[in-house]
């Protein structure tokens, strides 16, 4: 641990994680991605964690969890914010520009080209970007189906309300769907060892073929189940007809939220509609937690009937949620010559990428995105 001064902490390493989520616990603005837990999944696959917190008196205010890589062979990193800053109740603009100012003097250190954020906040309540423009932060070029690292559009679902009430504010065919999914038998249980994540594992595998999608390896779900569900961060379900497993999900939770990460299907036993009963389930076991909102997350901001993604749009929305947009990501560039480059380089790189890893071989295990 480095002191860089009275307020402010770097964490270069591993080290002293539980102060960083003892510190954090209690932020008003704060996401799973930001726990330490999350930094050790990431490891593995070449990320390092960089913590900085700016404390006042004693007391957190402001800080952030950085995951930093290599670019190959050029000497430079960059830096990744995973739905990051995490924020006070308290936090004042004088905060934010302190602990920017302090990324800004490790990044210049570490040769780090740019530091990318997508900060935990809807653009219709966005009281982040006049302070990520004063330390200036740029609007980062949209890539992807879902426009981003993270999701730019999600939907969320208030569960603070009661569960008569939540299921009045869904879909009429959505609750038809939990109902016949009871009375086919399908039941819906956590699950914890590690042979059963290897059969919601298989299950995804089996969602990936069929949908046409990359995932990651077993290893990344064990790994979630080592650093998050231990510390009541995550947790696994399986859905079974006559003890058979037909469909799988995974759920996050952090402070008062929780988020439906992964979600699998069975290629038999579908017309059975065990996601629906796997939603209602998992939103049942968030409210038991004390979570008030639900984050549904992906989804395309506005897909049309012909759409790939259309009918993940309508599952979602049947539940009642609302569609969030989040003001998206921003890039605070400190060497503008690679970030030209790797603006330019990295869109093609992902399009190869893709072609690759989804080409039909006689092969289909799955490849990590």
């Not at 990431?42 to 930093?68: D, H």
């Amino acid at each position: 641990m480095v002191i860089l001064n009275h307020s402010t902490i770097l964490l270069e390493s591993l080290t002293d994680v539980e102060n960083w989520d003892l510190s954090t616990a209690g932020a008003a603005k704060h996401h799973v991605f930001q726990t330490a837990g999350w930094s050790f999944i990431k490891l593995p696959t070449g990320w390092r964690a960089l913590r900085i917190a700016v404390n006042r008196a004693g007391v957190f205010r402001a800080g952030i969890q950085m995951l930093e890589r290599d670019f190959p062979k050029i000497g430079y990193r960059f830096f990744y914010s995973p739905r990051g800053p995490v924020l006070s109740a308290e936090w004042a603009a004088e905060d934010i520009d302190e602990l920017f100012s302090r990324v800004e003097r490790v990044a210049r250190e570490r040769r780090v080209v740019f530091l990318k954020i997508d900060p935990d906040v809807s653009k219709g309540d966005d009281w982040i970007t006049e302070s990520l423009v004063r330390n200036r932060f740029r609007q980062a070029p949209e890539t992807g189906g879902f426009s981003g690292v993270q999701p730019r559009w999600v939907f969320r679902l208030d569960i603070s309300k009661s569960e008569d009430d939540i299921l009045k504010g869904m879909d009429q065919k959505t609750r038809y769907n939990i109902r016949l999914a009871e009375r086919k038998g399908v039941t819906i249980r956590p699950i914890e060892a590690s042979e059963e994540i290897e059969t919601f594992y298989r299950i995804l595998v089996d969602t990936a073929r069929r949908d046409g999608f990359l995932i990651r390896p077993v290893v990344y779900f064990q790994d979630i189940q080592k650093y998050l569900a231990t510390r009541g961060q995550a947790k696994f379900f399986l859905a079974e007809s006559e003890g058979k497993p037909i469909a799988g999900a995974l759920a996050l939770t952090h402070g008062k939220t929780a988020w439906y990460a992964y979600g699998a299907s069975a290629n038999t036993d579908r017309h059975y509609m065990p996601n629906h009963l796997m939603q209602w389930t998992m939103i049942r076991w968030a409210k038991s937690l004390g979570c008030t909102l639900y984050d549904f997350r992906a989804v395309p901001s506005n897909p049309k009937p012909e759409d790939p993604l259309y009918g993940l749009y309508r599952f979602k929305k049947g539940f009642g949620a609302e569609l969030t947009e989040f003001v998206g990501e921003y890039d605070r560039v400190y060497v503008p010559w690679v970030y030209v480059l790797w603006v330019r380089a990295w869109p093609i790189f992902k399009k190869i990428r893709r072609a690759i890893l989804l080409r039909p071989s006689r092969s289909t295990r799955p490849e990590a995105d």
